[in-house]
């Protein structure tokens, strides 16, 4: 009798459909304009295939015929800012229907959540997720700013992903690595599809974009991520289209929380580079609160409230101190043309810390209007240089201008001209004496704009 009721079980599951042998639920991974990965793992080595389309009728199709657990396929030449339907299918086992939007044009408004800090308590955790998911209109993306578990482990990923399946089948997640998460990069490798070289990358959503950064590979002077950065904020800044930079990454260059103490690397090395091209929003974890700091025109947020143990102790606030709380929490970002408006919310949905932010322009790039973005120029000659530059630039009004010469590091180095001049173009020159060789920034300032060339002084 019992062998019976057994058989009759295993026949209903069957006849189900069947996700009894899918370990981790179909979830979305690297969202881009046109594309995205979907991401599932399966008890045994199977084949896998991904049926996806405007309706639950699909209709488009990628497989993979090689058998694994782990199954990665990607869905290319998406419309942009369309919802699509999907399924994942290995053998016999096929998903539940799931809906994805890909990402809103240039001059749609949109959201994100940031959260992060998510181990070793899965029902704070799950408390956290569970009013995320309350959120309506719905996040574009999340972005996590690390410590999604404790050691990395098999066990605690399962658990991850677990609490957030629901979330994950929908919402792509852009994951920063932790001090926690890099105790195994086997899994973090095996479990995320990022871009770029998958510690640290960008990627754009509607008219901003996004920097992800690696706390635990060098980020100094020099540095290959250093250099990167420079790049990426140098091509934000000559595209028009970016309205806004966000940068995010696990450990704060400020806070208060006794729990751990502000990274000051970050803020020798990276703070300047992001004051010099206009970041005015960022999001940290490690520390287990929620901390809201504002330095040199930068909101920096830690969001590490996603449920490790809540770090309750503070030290005396600081100059930079906007508010801070130990509670679990996650950040609300509404993107609507010019106008950035972030919020913190408590699992209970009480918004803990609020506030508006308006950044007008593209980077250092920053101009009012088209007319003003085709006749503010900037051009440094010759460069690379070995000894005298000439800066030439045009004005589209006469207007309070300032030239300055910046090293990466954010030191002013020189000042070349700083008065009110005249409509018209005009020319200065920059003798560089004994500045040593190296990477420079010549920026050129107005009240309506800003322009950056990058320089390279070679002797």
């Not at 260059?253 to 970041?279: C, K, W």
């Not at 500045?435 to 390279?456: A, K, Q």
């Amino acid at each position: 009798m019992r062998t019976l009721f057994g058989t009759m079980v295993l026949l209903f599951a069957l006849a189900l459909g069947v996700q009894a042998a899918l370990v981790k639920q179909p979830y979305l991974q690297n969202l881009m304009d046109t594309s995205i990965v979907v991401r599932w793992e399966t008890q045994t080595a199977q084949t896998g295939r991904v049926q996806y389309g405007l309706t639950t009728a699909y209709g488009l199709e990628v497989n993979h015929s090689n058998s694994t657990t782990q199954h990665e396929l990607r869905l290319p030449t998406l419309l942009r800012d369309t919802l699509y339907h999907y399924r994942a299918i290995s053998g016999s086992d096929t998903s539940a229907d799931a809906a994805f939007h890909t990402p809103v044009a240039v001059n749609r408004p949109f959201r994100f959540i940031a959260y992060g800090d998510n181990r070793s308590d899965s029902a704070a955790h799950q408390s956290v997720v569970d009013r995320m998911a309350l959120v309506n209109p719905a996040p574009g993306f999340m972005v996590n700013v690390g410590d999604l578990t404790a050691t990395g482990a098999t066990s605690e990923y399962q658990t991850f992903f677990n609490v957030e399946r629901g979330l994950l089948r929908r919402i792509t997640m852009f994951p920063s690595l932790g001090n926690h998460d890099i105790a195994n990069l086997g899994n973090w490798n095996t479990l995320f599809a990022l871009p770029g070289n998958e510690r640290w990358y960008s990627f754009r959503y509607g008219n901003s974009t996004f920097h992800c950064l690696d706390n635990y590979s060098p980020d100094t002077l020099g540095t290959p991520q250093y250099t990167w950065l420079v790049n990426e904020l140098l091509a934000d800044s000559a595209d028009p289209g970016v309205r806004h930079i966000f940068v995010f990454w696990h450990e704060p260059p400020y806070t208060t929380n006794a729990g751990h103490s502000s990274n000051l690397r970050i803020r020798q090395y990276i703070d300047p580079l992001m004051e010099r091209f206009r970041v005015r929003l960022t999001f940290q974890g490690h520390v287990h609160a929620y901390e809201h700091s504002y330095a040199n025109g930068i909101h920096y947020i830690t969001t590490g409230g996603g449920g490790a143990p809540l770090a309750t102790v503070w030290n005396a606030p600081q100059p930079w101190t906007v508010y801070r709380e130990a509670t679990y929490e996650f950040v609300l970002v509404d993107v609507r043309g010019d106008t950035v408006y972030s919020r913190g919310i408590k699992p209970s949905g009480a918004v803990i810390d609020s506030f508006r932010l308006i950044a007008p322009g593209s980077g250092v790039a920053e101009a009012k209007g088209s007319a003003l973005q085709l006749s503010l120029a900037l051009k440094a000659v010759p460069n690379p240089f070995s000894k005298q530059l000439r800066v030439s630039f045009s004005l589209p009004r006469s207007e309070r201008t300032r030239i300055t010469v910046y090293s990466v590091s954010g030191k002013r180095v020189a000042t070349l001209k700083e008065e009110t001049l005249r409509a018209g173009e005009h020319e200065v020159f920059w003798d560089s004496g004994s500045t040593p060789n190296g990477f420079y920034f010549c920026i050129l300032s107005t009240p309506e704009g800003s322009r950056v060339v990058p320089l390279t002084l070679l002797r």
